[in-house]
C-alpha cells in the first residue's frame, strides 16, 4: 500500500508481489489493496501482534484472543 501511495501503479505493484499472486487471485488483491488505507492496515497488523503475543502468554485463552482480533480486524473492514 505504501509503495502505491508513493506512484508505483497498482498493477507493478501486483505484478512484483513476491511469491508472485496467483491470476485467479489479482482482482480480489487489487480491491483489497484499494480498500485498506495505511492507518487502517497499519492498526489490522498491531492487532495481529498483540493477539499473537497475548497467546503466547496464556495459551489457554489462543481462540479468545484470536477471536477478539479477527473481530476488531472485521470491525475496521465494515466501516470502510
Known amino acids: 500500500r505504501a ?43 498491531t492487532r495481529i501482534y498483540d493477539a499473537i503475543a497475548q497467546t503466547r502468554k496464556n495459551a489457554s485463552l489462543d481462540i479468545a484472543h484470536t477471536r477478539q482480533a479477527l473481530l476488531a480486524i472485521a470491525t475496521i473492514a465494515a466501516r470502510h
Do not use: Y
Request: with cysteine.
Open 3 to 45: 509503495k502505491m501511495e508513493e506512484g508505483t501503479s497498482l498493477d507493478q505493484l501486483v505484478n512484483s508481489a513476491r511469491p508472485p499472486i496467483h491470476f485467479s487471485r489479482k482482482a480480489k488483491v487489487q480491491t483489497q489493496i484499494r480498500t485498506w488505507s495505511s492507518g487502517n492496515l497499519a492498526t489490522a497488523c
